[in-house]
């Protein structure tokens, strides 16, 4: 450890030594770029990276657009060169005219990106310049093209292997808790004295995948609460009056938030290592631990109904049940997949429906959104690869005996 | 810092902690490969990884030649898809059109390369995997095609930005330092205490590169000698008996070796950043530091005179002197870049040929190679970038004064 | 650093460990202590020590009081003891007379500090002890006696020499801030987007003493702001929307706050340390820096001028700020020393009274208790020797010549 | 941890720093002891005190001897004072008699020593000059009272709940494993390598203690064999050619040899706490690890023998391992305690004699101390309070019944 913790380190330090490079170089953007796609020298690349990032850093939209949109042509592939590399490959099979075609394959642009990246803390500049990509390029084939290079090399650089698992605790730097509290998309923490009761706790957890070249920015977190039970209110579950219990004590573990804190990693997926993760790392910790569930939202039940013409009685919770069950199981996309997107993301990792719950999220968002019914999806985690291999192959959603049996009497009482 | 370093430190226990999989996969190899490119879940995908790494390291030559070659071929790309691709997106350029082209263009092996990365401290053991391509594919088209792909990730992977500069000292765990003393190829460590030597005085300094994900393994490093003065004789730089000098009296910092530890990184080029930022960071420590040099062999030089048929006259050093600079500045390979290897890197890295030194190596390999001369290259910090331009795009050696003049002396005597 | 990193991660981690103790001896305290002191065993001195500490933590008021009571009077010095072992070693100096005279003259409650001293973790709950026993044993002989032996035995733990000295910034851990907003005992900090604005800002510091067996507790910590030019109002230099001064620009460190966050090391000196040291290491990191003042209430300056009978005209600045001048040298306690509470820390430190300033704390308690006017006092690193010299064996105070005049003019004018 | 981590980093980080201090203090050592005793400024404190120290470093024995002896009798206590302030204690005790009393009763020579210990890294510095007391000093009566100060305050610093338990690993910086060679005193480790044997592989362990203030020096340290089956040969357990064994298959853990470290800290015990925390950790770590043992050399044998006239038969082990067995439960001191040292040690810890084995050591050095035999101290987790209690308490040695028939065979045998 005491390598790696001193590697660390190092890095935070330069982080705050100002680099003592000359003057900036005043020429537009779009020259930098084609300078530094054409420098010979490590030394005046990086230079001119730097002043890339640093323009890029002022521009307002339209300017980034441009910016975009310039690299995007300029920096595209030669169809012509492609097919020629490509004959000459195909005839001649050989270092050379792999390494040509190679070359002609790939657009300039992600050589681009590449040597932007080699500036120290590029990396998080990169990420949010695609956020900035995904967000004016919408619709723009080009640039859309373009976004499809930055994943390409973000799905490389972000790969699995490469990424930390970090308990995130009362005892973390409150300027990544600070983003914690800024980044929570489920159920949002509304104070310090918020995020503590969700963190100080011994029966409460929080981890975070993180980068090591982005070391001040979680990617992805999970909040965890350790019960005894699978439990049906979230507002029980974050009471702020409830007792804390004895971990030697709590039998299950709920996953009750999730939320990804890069606009600009959309799309490299890590959520699901993510539970998995934690979920074997807590049932090592404590071996009392049977239980690994999440308490989640359904967030397009409401929708869903109204668009099937389907009503229920809000007084009713048993219909309401019946009906989630119905919708979880049975709610489908054109294509097929499951139609509520939290489903989706939980199957897709292997999980399958274990509970549904009325009266669960009293919040107005979740009243609006799901009438208040909440699901618990289980991951079991013996069982984790063939419910996967069962969803993907097959299409089925594995539940569990309750919840197919309320989904069935929802067909039969049509409530 | 100290998240960082927490961050850090997680890395370390893992690797001591057994994954708690299941038994293993017993398909052969070719098998887990086709299943790991095909595999949709990152949970199944990581087992498949897992297996098919540790299957490598227990396959001998014939095996892993066998492997590369079965890789190579199954997983190449296939041309008629990258032109129906091409021609696709040409016609209609959009996101879905680039996509397709972009799979097309990418041999599967790439991807195969990717998802190996996943499994925690796989990187390591792809760099030994590329290693042993290297040494078994040579002159093998279809594999030294397959090592382009290798080259490929690793320069995105190992990119400068991702890389850490850490001193190495005697306070470095044994565990690296073992390998400190492994890999120098200059000047041999021949001892605990001659690694002590070159570590422990306060006016000898050590660096090296490690990527986070390989954190016991150094990349590159290089030694560095505090002195006052440019010195002449590796010797006495070495000596054992030598004292050691308070660092607020040294002007002059010597990079005496630079060892490259990693035959899977070659080709992918950290060297000239290492001795830059080296000398940068030196510099912000001992404001007294005015010049930074190296004191290096000249491995081609008895081989260079004899093939031009030029004697020298091992008893006069002026006359050897004038041989070396002459060597230096004019000796060239056929495509005209200097023939000395250690002369290319440096002079490719913006340094110039500053003094050339007879009796500066007097060791069996000294004699042998340079009949014990020895030569500096001048990192001035200024010129290094101006120094690179002119010799990438003239071909101009950059030399002082005094070693023009020997070469010119040189072409004069006939010596 | 590595090791000593890794030595205090070991610290950490075994807090959480459960000791794998048996059952808890149910004896009251009292017989626990007299078993402590008499154990010859180390493990059941351990285990008798952990039950006393852990009984000690829940009991009230009373229950202290009578075991603090028990120990000063059970396990006070025998002096019929102390006189015969002196004797002894009068007549027979030897290494065995010694040993007896000084078993003798130390009380063995002092053996039993040091024995609950033993458990891990038991440091900061023997200062927690103390600060009972200043609560509870204030007037009582016997107790105060009692507490000599604590101050005794912690003046030798928490010598300077096992001081560290840490930042404290918004990248420190959430439950030490905790304690910042808690202990912070001279402007409160009412939020912790109050807190963000003293640690955040690259112009503004916070540093801690710890002591690395207390690791989560501050023991006294000082807040700084770095400015240009000697600062004459808390308001404005704590405003919420104030711009943050590049570091390069500052020519002057405030020391405006200091607090002691352990009610059980009062006259455990190390303030004067923490201000020099603090003082010492902003000027190596930033040259800039050329003056090192504090922005100091004037506690007891509304007292003493009523005590005085002194009237103060508050709507004429310069009268205010003469008669505080005024007060600052010449009001004095019986014994001669400055009247002045944080006078007489700071002159006793080598500072000297630098500045006076009217309407410079113009919250409530600022006008209470001085009319709202403030101090600077000057710590200048050349003087501070010689100006706690001069304080200290001639009871003179170092005022600048400006402070002075001022003094004077208070004479003259009678106000 | 990460507080915890950084705290420590500084530590180190100040080593390096050179204090801005003035021109040393020309003065003799001792009028700088005097001036520092009476020194009322921090400040000038800790000049002084640097001043002392860095004089000691460079005195030779002669100047050594003269300084302690200026020491112990300049600032012993003055028996008057002491008579008087106890009077005055006795007639009226209160918090000033009492201050008073303590302040006579102990030497002056303490408080040198805390003020010594004010200065950043003086811990390790007064360790090493309590060595030169200790060594100079034997038989001087002044001197060891004085020593009696050194050690009264060592107790107190070393106490154990301050000292830290780390693992030494082949991952340990250099410059602590340099230490491990030079101090290992039972099993001398010969090289780099022998070392390597000793650490890398996992069924190897070694542990020492740390204090914070000097974390560059263990302070005594233990190596661990994990094995199957109590070990009969030191040989057989070190051999270089041994295989490592998978540490889920071990039931054993071996405390092979057991080192301290400074000589300035004899008779500060912290031996045992550190055999029994490291069974205690090691427990944690490895289930399946049941037994606990030394196995541990008979210095004292051969002597004993000789002296009591007693022979025995070197062709006959079993005849070796009666005597041996007889040698330590009957072999006593004058005053009636185990006349073996490392019997002395281990059975005041309260382990028992196990096993003895013939053959087991075949050095020069286990020949000669006991013909070759060696014994098995076992650490049973449950039963050291109580065998610790009857030995103390009874003087009774504890032995495995196999240990006891062999030395009432030995009775019989008269061999």
Redesign the interface.
């Known amino acids: ?13 330069r982080r705050y ?1 100002q680099p ?1 490079k000359g003057t900036k170089d005043e020429r537009p953007a779009a020259e930098l770029v084609q300078a530094l796609v054409r420098a ?5 690349g ?2 001119l990276a730097a002043d890339i990032l640093a323009d890029f850093a002022t521009m307002d939209d339209d300017a980034k657009l441009a910016f975009f949109q310039d690299i995007s042509t300029e920096l595209n ?1 030669d ?1 012509e060169a ?2 020629s590399t ?1 004959d000459d ?2 005839r001649t ?3 050379a005219s ?2 040509a ?2 070359a002609a ?2 657009p300039r642009r992600q050589e681009l990106i ?1 040597r932007l ?7 998080g500049a990169l990420v949010r310049m695609r956020a900035d990509l995904l967000r004016l390029g919408r619709g723009i ?2 640039l ?2 373009l ?2 290079d930055f994943r ?2 973000f ?3 972000f ?4 990424l ?3 308990p995130i605790s ?9 983003k914690i509290i800024a980044y929570e998309a489920v159920h949002a923490i509304d104070s ?1 004295d918020d995020l ?1 009761r969700r ?2 706790p011994k029966d409460r957890r929080c981890f975070a995948f ?1 980068h ?2 982005m ?2 920015e979680p990617l992805i977190f999970v909040e965890v609460a350790l019960v005894q039970g699978v439990p049906g209110s979230i507002q029980a579950l974050l009471a702020e009056d409830r007792l804390s219990m004895p971990v030697d004590q709590v039998d299950t573990a709920v996953f009750y938030s999730i939320s990804n804190c890069q606009a600009g990693l959309a799309s490299i ?1 890590f959520g ?2 993510l539970i ?1 993760q934690v979920a ?1 790392d807590l049932a ?1 910790e404590l071996p009392g631990l049977k239980t690994f569930v999440t308490l989640s939202p359904i967030p397009g039940l409401t929708g869903w109904l109204r668009d099937k013409g389907l009503e229920w009685d809000t007084t009713d919770p048993d219909s309401m049940r019946r009906l989630a069950a119905h919708y979880l199981l049975e709610g489908k996309t054109s294509k097929g997949a499951p139609y509520d997107p939290v489903a989706r993301f939980h199957l897709g990792n ?1 999980a399958l429906v274990h509970k549904v719950h009325s009266d669960a999220d009293t919040s107005d968002k979740g009243r609006s959104q799901s009438g208040g019914t909440m699901v618990n999806y289980l991951y079991d985690l013996e069982q ?2 063939q419910n ?2 069962t969803f ?1 192959t097959k299409g089925q959603i594995v539940a569990s005996a309750e919840v197919t049996t309320l989904a069935e009497a929802a067909l039969r009482s049509k409530t």
């Open positions: 450890m005491t390598l790696l913790a001193d590697l660390l380190s190092t890095v935070f330090e030594r003592a010979t020298s490590e030394t005046s990086l230079a592939i169809p492609v097919r490509l490959y195909e099979p050989s270092k792999y390494r075609f190679m394959a790939e590449r990246n080699a500036v120290p803390g590029a990396t084939p080009a859309e093209a976004d499809l390409h090399l799905a490389s650089w790969n699995r292997g490469f930390v698992l970090r009362w005892e973390s730097p409150a300027h990544i808790l600070d310090w503590r963190l100080q993180f090591p070249s070391p001040d997926s699901n290592s998995k074997n090592a292997g984790v690869a996967h291999e993907v």
